[in-house]
């Protein structure tokens, strides 16, 4: 579906109107006439699936961005210090305002949006009845809201457009819009989008958000910004509703990171999509984290580059009861026909992450050009969102909210059909802070490796304590709350349009 909007001229057209364009007064384009752009529902439809194209594209979720929040976090750390200093820098707690990846990145998240925001102004200039427009609409909101979640977790304060830009001048000296008022806005599109996606796509494929999807996202934005209150109702709404929605669990943890998964995985609640083998212009449809956390010097189809690679904190304080534990590392592998320990890896030897390498379907020697499904948000974290935003509302934990832990527990204890009795369930009586932090561990186990962790880190403010700290498992003595909680806006947008300034602090 996504991947064949990639080829259509809708986002080639639109997509450089902003930012990274660095010479409008000089060599301005022509003003775009929406109306000549979109004729009809399906060129709408082209435009949002064009904006899913750009997601999934290397510069997002194929590697760029992604590998960004991995490394940022205490999951993963450099393996290879012979990749490029980029990596490193983000990594590290060392980077400028010349930071490649944030280069690479920065402009496609703007493409996205003005891919979307065509589409908006497009459905309403065909004049549609609300059930035919609207739904329209609600899509491409729901896809700009989800693209300036990412960015305004990222970088703080940020340019905020959420229309057309037909006249590039007219934006050539736009200023930040306040991370309060960026929420605003993302809140906003989310309600919409509730208001007016299906219970359910068609096929109930997965790469496309439904009303589930938007509540789920509203109740994550919710958790950023502490309204607890409405986080909790948010994610009771998706889960009182999950029959409604196909929603729930699957049964076998592994299954979640095996490619080809299906379009309708039940636990996706919206999944980024690449199909095997195939890729197109600007790093379409190229996947490439499957050989970036895969180990260097394996065997083919499991090869790959050790650049992110876990600490051996991470692997060691991990209890080897948990499946998850299994599925989420590769501590052993074929090289040279014979299956070695991590102890003998040829570039870095400690276990590796195997969620993408393991498994990666129709793809090249190294992974690359993979048949993943990404899961950009999965049921398992609406269970965690309730539990925690719950827990905050009664000032302590309940039933309810140890329940939903151990619902997720529960299918932990599932090793590939035998059942153990590790991790068992949380019982009664812990405080609200110990429930809180045993949520948090919960986050940090369940999704590892799947971009999540830095944002609780930044959310909860648990920089210090995890790079500093005696119990970190990924040190830097040089983390700087004031500075490292936002990454430096790209210093060529400050230079081509100083009203972006001032820098983020510390950069």
């Known amino acids: 579906m996504k991947n064949r909007a990639v080829k259509y001229f809708l986002i080639s057209l639109v997509g450089t109107l902003f930012l990274g364009c660095t010479d409008l007064e000089e060599d301005p384009v022509g003003i775009l006439a929406p109306e000549s752009l979109f004729k009809t529902p399906k060129d709408v439809q082209t435009a949002i699936f064009g904006a899913y194209g750009w997601i999934a594209s290397e510069r997002l979720y194929g590697r760029q961005f992604v590998t960004a929040l991995l490394l940022r976090g205490d999951m993963a750390d450099i393996g290879d210090r012979g990749t490029p200093a980029e990596r490193q820098q983000v990594n590290d707690f060392n ?51 989800f693209s300036y979640y990412h960015l305004v977790r990222t970088f703080g304060d940020i340019p905020y457009l959420d229309r057309f830009i037909t006249d590039p001048t007219s934006v050539k000296d736009i200023s930040k819009t306040s991370a309060a008022t960026v929420y605003q806005n993302i809140i906003a599109d989310l309600q919409f989008a509730k208001q007016w996606l299906p219970d359910q796509q068609p096929n109930s494929v997965r790469s496309r958000p439904s009303k589930g999807t938007a509540a789920a996202y509203l109740a994550s934005v919710y958790l950023t910004l502490a309204d607890y209150q409405k986080s909790y109702a948010e994610a009771k709404f998706v889960i009182d509703n999950e029959a409604k929605f196909g929603y729930g669990l699957v049964a076998d943890f592994q299954d979640l990171f095996r490619a080809p998964e299906p379009n309708n995985l039940k636990e996706h609640l919206f999944a980024i999509d690449f199909l095997g083998q195939q890729n197109g212009g600007g790093g379409a449809n190229d996947d490439i984290m499957p050989p970036m956390t895969g180990v260097r010097g394996a065997d083919a189809p499991r090869s790959g ?9 991470v692997y060691n304080t991990w209890d080897s009861r948990d499946y998850r534990k299994q599925v989420s590392f590769t501590d052993s592998i074929l090289i040279k026909g014979i299956l070695q320990p991590y102890t003998v890896f040829d570039n870095t030897k400690r276990p590796h992450i195997a969620k993408y390498a393991r498994y990666a379907g129709n793809s090249n020697t ?32 309940n039933a309810e909210a140890i329940g939903y832990i151990n619902q997720i527990r529960s299918r ?30 919960e986050r940090r186990l369940e999704l590892a490796f799947e971009y999540k962790r830095w944002y609780d880190i930044k959310r909860r403010k648990l920089g210090q304590a995890a790079f500093t700290g005696p119990n970190s498992l990924e040190p830097h003595p040089n983390f700087d709350p004031n500075r490292d909680y936002l990454m430096p806006l790209p210093r060529i947008e400050l230079q081509v349009n100083p009203n972006l300034g001032p820098q983020n602090p510390g950069y």
Not at 129 to 145: M, Q, S, T, W, Y
Not at 305 to 313: D, H, I, L
Not at 366 to 376: F, I, P, Q, T, V
């Open 95 to 145: 980077m400028d305002d010349n930071n490649n990846m944030v280069r690479q990145f920065w402009p496609y998240w703007y493409q996205t949006i003005s891919a979307v925001n065509a589409a908006i102004s497009g459905a309403e200039g065909l004049g549609l009845p609300e059930n035919e427009g609207n739904p329209l609409i609600a899509e491409a909101r729901f896809v700009r809201a």
């Open 305 to 313: 580059w050790s650049v992110a690679v876990p600490s051996m904190a």
């Open 366 to 397: 190294e992974g690359r050009y993979s048949d993943h499904n990404y899961a950009a948000m999965r049921y398992a974290e609406v269970l965690l969102i309730a539990a925690e935003a719950l827990t905050e509302v009664n000032g302590g934990p």
């Open 412 to 441: 932990a204890r599932n090793w590939a059909g035998k059942q153990t009795s590790f991790p068992e369930d949380v019982n009664s009586g812990l405080s609200k802070d110990a429930f809180i932090n045993l949520v948090l561990e």
